[in-house]
């Protein structure tokens, strides 16, 4: 990766940095320049400018929108540290009750996502009304170190680095099926009754997080009839009476039309990881969420007991 020395760096003007942030970002000049409110032609000569005092090319820009050079990736995270430190010298300046404002990128697997953020979002704008908060759901892989997002929930322990992790929370999957399809075809109360019956699962090929391969564990003789990348939809076949599918416990016991079965020989046990850049931790908009983030979970495990 192509290193900035630090004589260029600290003859660098904020303003630009901060304009580069933006078009890192958003993915291009035009995404960056509404996110600023600014002319579309001021940021690309800002970045022009930025990469004159460099030295180097930081962006390639195509009408596909912006991506970072080698320069540009490696600018990143003194951008990001000088953005922290600007931060928290404003935060000092104005006083400790300043309130956290920005936006903040969230990603998240797609049950966390739409089951446990979803519903609280509510309650996060009404204690911090200048967040704009941007919830991520997908059963992808995330790359925080592409920016993907500013702070990512994941389903393992990221690798060793530069990342700040923590676990949040333990969860649980079951099988289920709905109380309609259970009174039509009869109990589910042995590996052997799962015989020749329907089921409702990812697209194999379509995965790429290896905790969302489970299903293999307990199929015997099962045919998948239905799947999808969405664990949502795959919850919605289910109570619909289609067939029978490992679902998250914590959400599907929200739905009155679900039975779990077999709950004491089908349990398959995961955690939740908070992941975020160590810079990032100093983002009162990033703390804020990460702080939501944590008391939802604490939240969570009370109401279960």
Same mark, same amino acid.
């Given at each position: ?26 993915? +291009?000049? $035009?995404? *960056?320049? !509404? ?8 940021? /690309?000569? =800002?970045?022009?400018?930025? %990469? ?108 060793? +680095?530069? $990342?700040? *992790?923590? !676990? ?8 289920? /099926?709905? =109380?309609?399809?259970?009174? %039509? ?110 008391? $939802? ?9």
């Amino acid at each position: 990766m192509c290193k900035i020395s630090y004589a260029k760096l600290a003859m660098l003007n904020w303003d630009d940095l901060r304009i580069f942030l933006a078009v890192a970002r958003e993915g +291009g000049l $035009l995404p *960056a320049a !509404r996110r600023l409110g600014l002319d579309h032609t001021t940021v /690309a000569r =800002r970045i022009s400018t930025l %990469e004159e005092a460099v030295g180097a090319r930081l962006v390639d820009r195509s009408p596909r929108g912006a991506r970072l050079t080698d320069a540009g990736a490696g600018m990143i995270e003194h951008a990001e540290r000088m953005e922290a430190e600007a931060v928290v010298a404003g935060s000092a300046w104005k006083g400790a009750d300043q309130q956290a404002s920005g936006v903040v990128r969230l990603a998240t697997p797609e049950a966390f996502g739409a089951w446990l953020v979803a519903p609280a979002v509510r309650a996060f704008h009404d204690q911090y009304p200048e967040i704009q908060l941007e919830l991520v759901p997908e059963s992808r892989l995330i790359s925080l170190s592409k920016r993907d997002a500013d702070l990512a929930v994941m389903l393992s322990r990221p690798p060793q +680095g530069r $990342l700040f *992790a923590q !676990r949040l929370i333990d969860y649980e999957l079951g099988l289920f /099926a709905s =109380r309609a399809y259970l009174e %039509e075809t009869g109990a589910v109360d042995s590996l052997d009754a799962l015989k020749g019956r329907p089921l409702v699962g990812y697209i194999d090929e379509m995965i790429d997080i290896p905790e969302l391969r489970y299903v293999d564990q307990f199929a015997n003789g099962s045919k998948t009839v239905f799947r999808s990348t969405s664990i949502t939809a795959q919850q919605i076949a289910v109570s619909a009476g289609l067939g029978l599918g490992v679902l998250h416990v914590f959400a599907a016991e929200q739905n009155p039309q679900l039975i779990r079965v077999m709950a004491e020989r089908i349990s398959i046990k995961r955690s939740y990881w908070l992941a975020m850049h160590p810079d990032q931790r100093r983002l009162p908009r990033v703390r804020a969420v990460a702080d939501f983030l944590r008391g $939802l979970t604490r939240a969570h495990l009370r109401h279960r007991g």
